[in-house]
């Protein structure tokens, strides 16, 4: 049995406009897959799917120019060549996988801000200097564990609901006043307190008491 098909000249035309000639085109962008690993473009009015190749690495948005690669199986999108939207774009591999920089010496350089958001980042150096002309740290828990620490400033404030200083030994070396401002203030001594001063002066408004089972002023 012989089936004959005859095809019209408007079925070939469109045939012809969904397939692609193997080589490099250019191409607008329709739409892009939620992971960012395909997308729908347009060529000479016919639309067709392409796979984000892994060396295209700024993402392609919707309304972008590409460089388009066909083979006879599938399209590629190559590199973005122009974006008429006046938003940034985004440097990531397609479906989201890890990515690596890797060099002697890496510089990111921004003119106004960068922007670090992860779970959790993590940074490794034998030497790690910050420079700015003003810092903050905010966050509910900030531990800071070294073999020692030291701190040099002009100026230097503490403020907090609740201080608790903790160590073995203490060491304060004041060179000229030590001033101290409190509402109540207990000091307890297991052992012996000793202070030595070339005078002192103490003065109460009411009352000054004195306990022990011996007190002796020479």
């Not at 060529?43 to 295209?56: D, E, F, Q, Y």
């Not at 974006?83 to 985004?90: K, P, T, V």
């Not at 940074?123 to 900030?142: C, D």
Request: net charge neutral.
């Amino acid at each position: 049995m012989t089936m004959t098909i005859r095809a019209t000249n408007i079925d070939i035309l469109a045939m012809a406009e969904r397939l692609l000639e193997p080589g490099h085109h250019t191409a607008r962008v329709v739409s892009v897959s939620d992971d960012g690993t395909a997308t729908e473009v347009e060529v000479a009015g016919a639309r067709h799917t392409a796979t984000v190749a892994v060396g295209c690495l700024v993402r392609p948005i919707p309304r972008d120019m590409v460089l388009l690669f066909a083979n006879v199986e599938q399209a590629f999108v190559v590199t973005v060549l122009e974006r008429a939207a006046s938003n940034g774009g985004m440097v990531g591999l397609p479906g989201g996988r890890n990515m690596s920089i890797e060099g002697e010496t890496i510089t990111i350089a921004a003119r106004q801000r960068i922007s670090l958001r992860a779970d959790s980042i993590d940074l490794q150096a034998k030497l790690f200097a910050v420079l700015a002309n003003k810092g903050t740290w905010i966050g509910k828990l900030y531990t800071l564990v070294a073999d020692r620490v030291r701190c040099s400033a002009r100026i230097q404030e503490a403020s907090a609901e609740l201080l608790t200083v903790k160590a073995v030994e203490r060491v304060a070396v004041i060179e000229r006043i030590d001033s101290l401002q409190t509402e109540t203030q207990a000091i307890r001594v297991t052992g012996i307190a000793s202070e030595i001063a070339h005078s002192k002066v103490i003065a109460v408004s009411e009352d000054l008491r004195l306990d022990g089972k011996r007190v002796t002023v020479a």
